[in-house]
């Protein structure tokens, strides 16, 4: 596993790396979600014909609702999720929209596994003020920024 961590100078705003966009996640990675999520979805809908409705308390039903609901959102937002990087911040679609701006990171590690990048998603770590934000990214071009800025050699 290759890690590089540094400090990042946060008094130049204007050497962040030009602006790229890629998905957040490897392409086998969402393949693999897909057909598990595919998978727990076609064994509900077996098992949910043999339950027993009448017999099942609100609660119960509740939950197998939000599990329902959790699962298919995290799912289409894995699928559709993008990382950005421009001289300005670091952006990440998700269910929760995550932007860090460039001047406030004061720690950065870029944390992938040389060879292993379609399979294990590659993802910088970044401190800004008290918060800890992971932002992953399956695009090079978006890789290469992140190891650029880790090092302090973004333009």
């Given at each position: ?6 400090e990042v ?92 701006l460039i001047k406030d ?51």
């Open positions: 596993m290759t890690s590089v961590r540094t100078a946060t008094d130049n705003t204007s050497c962040g790396p030009e602006y790229v966009s890629g998905p957040a996640f490897p392409l086998l990675i969402k393949a693999l979600s897909s057909l598990m999520v595919l998978s727990v979805l076609f064994w509900g809908a077996m098992v949910v014909r043999e339950v027993d409705w009448v017999d099942m308390s609100a609660s119960a039903a509740l939950l197998f609702g939000a599990a329902f609901l959790i699962t298919v959102t995290v799912w289409l937002w894995m699928l559709k999720s993008r990382t950005s990087i421009s001289h300005e911040a670091i952006e990440q679609t998700w269910l929760w929209h995550k932007r860090v990171i004061t720690q950065a590690k870029f944390i992938h596994i040389p060879f292993l990048n379609w399979l294990i998603a590659p993802r910088l770590v970044v401190r800004a003020g008290v918060g800890l934000y992971v932002f992953y990214s399956a695009d090079p071009e978006v890789q290469r920024a992140f190891a650029l800025l880790v090092r302090g050699q973004a333009k």
